[in-house]
Protein backbone atom coordinates (compact mmCIF):
# COMPACT_ATOMS: atom_id res chain seq x y z
CA UNK A 1 0.00 0.00 0.00
CA UNK A 2 1.83 3.23 -0.45
CA UNK A 3 2.13 5.46 2.15
CA UNK A 4 -0.09 8.35 0.54
CA UNK A 5 -2.92 7.82 -1.85
CA UNK A 6 -4.80 9.99 -3.92
CA UNK A 7 -7.29 10.08 -7.21
CA UNK A 8 -5.35 11.14 -9.80
CA UNK A 9 -8.67 12.18 -11.31
CA UNK A 10 -9.04 14.46 -13.15
CA UNK A 11 -12.17 15.59 -11.84
CA UNK A 12 -13.78 18.10 -14.15
CA UNK A 13 -16.40 20.04 -12.85
CA UNK A 14 -17.73 23.37 -13.95
CA UNK A 15 -18.03 26.81 -12.46
CA UNK A 16 -19.92 26.81 -8.86
CA UNK A 17 -19.73 23.25 -8.36
CA UNK A 18 -18.94 21.88 -4.72
CA UNK A 19 -16.05 19.17 -5.30
CA UNK A 20 -14.30 16.89 -2.30
CA UNK A 21 -11.32 14.98 -2.70
CA UNK A 22 -9.69 12.31 -0.35
CA UNK A 23 -6.23 11.17 0.17
CA UNK A 24 -5.74 7.80 2.46
CA UNK A 25 -2.38 7.72 4.34
CA UNK A 26 -1.00 4.35 5.32
CA UNK A 27 0.71 5.07 8.89
CA UNK A 28 -1.33 5.55 11.67
CA UNK A 29 1.70 7.19 13.73
CA UNK A 30 1.14 10.06 11.09
CA UNK A 31 0.85 13.56 13.22
CA UNK A 32 0.59 16.45 10.86
CA UNK A 33 -1.88 16.53 7.40
CA UNK A 34 -1.71 19.59 4.98
CA UNK A 35 -3.11 19.83 1.73
CA UNK A 36 -0.96 22.19 -1.22
CA UNK A 37 -2.08 23.34 -4.10
CA UNK A 38 0.50 22.74 -7.70
CA UNK A 39 -0.13 24.49 -10.84
CA UNK A 40 1.30 22.90 -13.69
CA UNK A 41 5.57 23.43 -13.22
CA UNK A 42 5.09 25.29 -10.34
CA UNK A 43 6.12 24.70 -6.43
CA UNK A 44 3.53 23.15 -3.93
CA UNK A 45 1.57 26.04 -2.54
CA UNK A 46 0.28 25.29 1.36
CA UNK A 47 -3.70 25.88 0.81
CA UNK A 48 -4.12 24.86 4.77
CA UNK A 49 -3.30 22.61 7.41
CA UNK A 50 -5.67 19.48 8.46
CA UNK A 51 -6.36 19.44 12.05
CA UNK A 52 -8.37 16.87 14.07
CA UNK A 53 -11.50 19.44 14.66
CA UNK A 54 -11.56 20.37 11.15
CA UNK A 55 -11.36 23.84 9.45
CA UNK A 56 -11.98 26.01 7.08
CA UNK A 57 -10.77 28.72 5.36
CA UNK A 58 -13.54 30.29 2.78
CA UNK A 59 -14.61 28.22 0.32
CA UNK A 60 -12.19 25.34 1.47
CA UNK A 61 -13.03 22.45 4.22
CA UNK A 62 -10.77 20.07 5.55
CA UNK A 63 -11.57 17.31 7.67
CA UNK A 64 -9.19 14.53 9.04
CA UNK A 65 -10.68 11.05 10.05
CA UNK A 66 -7.97 9.70 11.99
CA UNK A 67 -10.20 5.92 12.54
CA UNK A 68 -9.85 5.76 8.86
CA UNK A 69 -6.95 6.89 7.95
CA UNK A 70 -8.12 10.09 5.45
CA UNK A 71 -8.33 13.79 5.31
CA UNK A 72 -10.66 15.29 2.91
CA UNK A 73 -10.66 18.53 0.97
CA UNK A 74 -14.10 20.12 -0.01
CA UNK A 75 -14.26 23.11 -2.68
CA UNK A 76 -17.34 24.79 -2.89
CA UNK A 77 -18.39 27.51 -5.33
CA UNK A 78 -15.19 26.21 -7.48
CA UNK A 79 -13.93 29.37 -9.56
CA UNK A 80 -12.13 28.99 -12.65
CA UNK A 81 -8.79 29.97 -10.91
CA UNK A 82 -9.02 26.37 -8.49
CA UNK A 83 -8.20 24.89 -11.47
CA UNK A 84 -5.06 22.81 -10.26
CA UNK A 85 -3.50 20.09 -8.73
CA UNK A 86 -4.10 19.19 -5.09
CA UNK A 87 -1.31 17.47 -3.22
CA UNK A 88 -1.83 15.77 -0.55
CA UNK A 89 1.26 15.52 2.29
CA UNK A 90 1.11 14.02 5.78
CA UNK A 91 4.29 14.17 8.47
CA UNK A 92 4.94 10.68 9.94
CA UNK A 93 6.31 12.63 12.99
CA UNK A 94 6.61 15.24 15.63
CA UNK A 95 9.94 16.15 14.50
CA UNK A 96 10.51 18.93 12.20
CA UNK A 97 10.68 15.91 8.92
CA UNK A 98 10.14 14.92 5.34
CA UNK A 99 6.90 15.20 4.14
CA UNK A 100 5.33 12.29 2.15
CA UNK A 101 3.23 13.58 -0.39
CA UNK A 102 0.29 11.89 -2.49
CA UNK A 103 0.86 11.94 -6.83
CA UNK A 104 -1.86 14.60 -6.79
CA UNK A 105 -5.37 15.53 -7.70
CA UNK A 106 -6.34 17.08 -10.89
CA UNK A 107 -9.00 19.60 -10.76
CA UNK A 108 -10.43 21.27 -13.93
CA UNK A 109 -12.99 23.92 -13.86
CA UNK A 110 -14.63 24.64 -16.95
CA UNK A 111 -17.04 27.85 -17.81
CA UNK B 1 5.06 37.94 2.56
CA UNK B 2 8.40 36.15 3.64
CA UNK B 3 9.42 33.94 0.42
CA UNK B 4 11.86 30.58 -0.01
CA UNK B 5 13.96 32.25 -3.12
CA UNK B 6 15.58 29.44 -5.85
CA UNK B 7 18.66 30.27 -8.28
CA UNK B 8 18.75 29.28 -11.27
CA UNK B 9 15.50 28.66 -12.42
CA UNK B 10 16.73 26.77 -14.71
CA UNK B 11 20.31 24.92 -15.13
CA UNK B 12 21.42 22.54 -18.42
CA UNK B 13 24.50 20.36 -18.17
CA UNK B 14 25.75 17.75 -19.38
CA UNK B 15 25.77 14.24 -17.64
CA UNK B 16 28.74 13.58 -15.63
CA UNK B 17 28.96 17.37 -14.71
CA UNK B 18 28.73 18.79 -11.22
CA UNK B 19 25.61 20.99 -10.20
CA UNK B 20 25.01 23.66 -7.67
CA UNK B 21 21.55 24.55 -6.63
CA UNK B 22 20.89 27.23 -4.41
CA UNK B 23 18.26 28.60 -2.03
CA UNK B 24 17.31 31.78 0.64
CA UNK B 25 15.14 30.11 3.19
CA UNK B 26 12.85 32.33 4.77
CA UNK B 27 14.77 34.26 7.21
CA UNK B 28 13.67 33.49 10.71
CA UNK B 29 13.17 29.42 9.64
CA UNK B 30 15.05 26.72 11.32
CA UNK B 31 14.75 24.03 9.09
CA UNK B 32 15.71 23.26 5.29
CA UNK B 33 14.84 20.63 2.82
CA UNK B 34 15.12 19.37 -0.45
CA UNK B 35 12.73 17.43 -2.63
CA UNK B 36 12.54 16.76 -6.33
CA UNK B 37 9.88 15.73 -9.15
CA UNK B 38 10.31 14.07 -11.67
CA UNK B 39 8.51 15.45 -14.87
CA UNK B 40 4.53 13.45 -14.19
CA UNK B 41 5.80 12.13 -11.07
CA UNK B 42 4.70 13.08 -7.36
CA UNK B 43 6.74 15.77 -4.95
CA UNK B 44 9.53 13.48 -3.50
CA UNK B 45 11.43 14.23 -0.06
CA UNK B 46 15.38 14.00 -0.87
CA UNK B 47 16.77 15.29 2.68
CA UNK B 48 16.67 17.27 5.32
CA UNK B 49 18.48 20.16 7.48
CA UNK B 50 18.85 21.36 10.87
CA UNK B 51 21.59 22.68 12.69
CA UNK B 52 24.41 22.06 10.49
CA UNK B 53 23.24 18.68 9.73
CA UNK B 54 21.67 16.40 7.86
CA UNK B 55 18.37 15.49 10.06
CA UNK B 56 17.19 12.69 7.56
CA UNK B 57 17.49 11.47 4.03
CA UNK B 58 15.93 9.84 1.42
CA UNK B 59 17.34 6.78 -0.29
CA UNK B 60 17.39 8.56 -3.57
CA UNK B 61 20.10 11.24 -1.40
CA UNK B 62 22.77 9.48 -2.55
CA UNK B 63 27.10 9.85 -2.31
CA UNK B 64 26.18 11.97 -5.35
CA UNK B 65 24.31 14.56 -3.38
CA UNK B 66 25.27 17.01 -0.73
CA UNK B 67 24.38 19.54 1.22
CA UNK B 68 25.91 22.70 3.03
CA UNK B 69 24.88 25.96 4.60
CA UNK B 70 27.88 27.93 3.71
CA UNK B 71 27.04 31.05 5.45
CA UNK B 72 23.69 32.37 7.10
CA UNK B 73 21.46 32.74 4.18
CA UNK B 74 22.42 30.04 1.68
CA UNK B 75 21.40 26.62 1.29
CA UNK B 76 22.98 24.04 -1.40
CA UNK B 77 22.62 21.03 -3.18
CA UNK B 78 25.04 19.76 -4.91
CA UNK B 79 24.90 17.08 -7.31
CA UNK B 80 28.38 15.57 -7.80
CA UNK B 81 28.04 13.60 -11.08
CA UNK B 82 24.81 14.04 -12.67
CA UNK B 83 22.66 11.30 -14.45
CA UNK B 84 20.18 11.67 -16.98
CA UNK B 85 17.83 10.39 -14.67
CA UNK B 86 18.37 13.42 -12.23
CA UNK B 87 16.43 15.87 -14.48
CA UNK B 88 13.89 17.18 -12.76
CA UNK B 89 11.97 20.27 -10.68
CA UNK B 90 14.01 20.41 -7.33
CA UNK B 91 12.54 22.24 -4.90
CA UNK B 92 13.85 24.13 -1.69
CA UNK B 93 11.69 24.19 1.20
CA UNK B 94 12.28 25.57 4.75
CA UNK B 95 9.97 25.43 8.05
CA UNK B 96 9.83 27.48 11.48
CA UNK B 97 10.20 25.84 14.79
CA UNK B 98 6.85 25.66 16.79
CA UNK B 99 4.52 25.88 13.41
CA UNK B 100 3.77 22.33 13.47
CA UNK B 101 6.39 21.52 10.49
CA UNK B 102 4.49 23.98 8.23
CA UNK B 103 7.06 23.86 4.88
CA UNK B 104 7.15 26.91 2.35
CA UNK B 105 8.29 25.55 -1.24
CA UNK B 106 10.28 28.10 -2.87
CA UNK B 107 9.81 28.14 -6.72
CA UNK B 108 12.07 24.97 -8.09
CA UNK B 109 15.18 24.99 -10.10
CA UNK B 110 14.45 23.11 -13.11
CA UNK B 111 17.75 20.84 -13.65
CA UNK B 112 18.11 19.38 -17.46
CA UNK B 113 20.91 16.66 -18.10
CA UNK B 114 21.66 16.05 -21.48
Known amino acids: RKEVEQDPGPFNVPEGATVAFNCTYS??????FFWYRQDCRKEPKLLMS???SGNEDGRFTAQLNRASQYISLLIRDSKLSDSATYLC????????????FGAGTRLAVHP | EPEVTQTPSHQVTQMGQEVILRCVPI?????FYWYRQILGQKVEFLVS????????KSEIFDDQFSVERPDGSNFTLKIRSTKLEDSAMYFC????????????FGAGTRLSVL
Open chain 2, 93 to 104: ASSEMGTQNIQY
Open chain 1, 27 to 32: NSASQS
Open chain 1, 50 to 52: VYS
Open chain 1, 89 to 100: AVNMDRGYNKLI
Open chain 2, 27 to 31: SNHLY
Open chain 2, 49 to 56: FYNNEISE
